[in-house]
């Protein structure tokens, strides 16, 4: 079955400090991977997709299909990072449903 | 920039009684979708909605709920008789075509079961 696992539900970092948010899957195939992020009071919107191999806010993401993982990381947090983060994966059939994680709370601290 | 609208934010309802969650995806996009996540929990799948039919459902999605795009426009999902356990928060996407990637979410409809 298809499983998105984020261990840890929060993060806490100061100011400046790396960030790594973990994601491992489990996946039949070649599997399509997302970070979603959620800010207070904000709807749920896309951050990174591992296809574009992009770098959005500073974050990256690589996917790495050995260790079945597909980890956020940031090598200086700012405070406006604190959010929640989901990582995503596509089903397996052609409709396009995501199937996410539990959700990492990053904070923050300054 | 366009946006996913849901309505009402909060809706509050007795155990057994009828519930409509009403969704505005974005007016070009071509397949429409519905998550919940019970708090605490992760967003879980429910349905997914395209040509007018359901493409997918998950387990959760059972003979209660029921999901319409009545107009055109509105997306809704309607659940016949309330449970507890239906207390959750309920999110609408949308994405524009089998091709791109990116769903676009709504800010969510927090329904609480009394």
């Known amino acids: 079955a298809q499983r998105v696992t984020q261990p840890e539900k929060l993060l806490s970092v100061f100011k400046g400090a790396p960030v790594e948010l973990k994601c491992n899957y489990s996946?039949?195939?070649?599997?399509?991977l997302f970070w979603y992020v959620q800010y207070s009071r904000q709807r749920l919107q896309l951050l990174l997709r591992h296809i574009s191999r992009e770098s959005i806010k500073g974050f990256t993401a690589d996917l790495n299909k050995g260790e079945t993982s597909f980890h956020l990381k940031k090598p200086f947090a700012q405070e406006e990072d604190s959010a929640m983060y989901y990582c995503a994966v596509h089903g397996s059939s052609n409709t396009g449903k995501l199937i996410f994680g539990q959700g990492t709370t990053l904070q923050v601290k300054p | 920039e366009p946006e996913v609208t849901q309505t009402p934010s909060h809706q509050v309802t007795q155990m057994g009684q009828e519930v409509i969650l009403r969704c505005v995806p974005i007016?070009?996009?071509?397949?429409f979708y519905w998550y919940r996540q019970i708090l605490g929990q992760k967003v879980e799948f429910l349905v997914s909605f395209y040509n007018n039919e359901i493409s997918e459902k998950s387990e959760i999605f059972d003979d209660q709920f029921s999901v319409e795009r009545p107009d055109g426009s509105n997306f809704t999902l309607k659940i016949r008789s309330t449970k507890l356990e239906d207390s959750a928060m309920y999110f609408c996407?949308?994405?524009?075509?089998?091709?791109?990637?990116?769903?676009?979410f709504g800010p969510g409809t927090r329904l609480t079961v009394t």
């Open positions: 996946y039949s195939g070649s599997p399509e």
């Open positions: 007016s070009n996009h071509l397949y």
């Open positions: 996407a949308s994405r524009l075509t089998h091709y791109s990637y990116e769903q676009y």
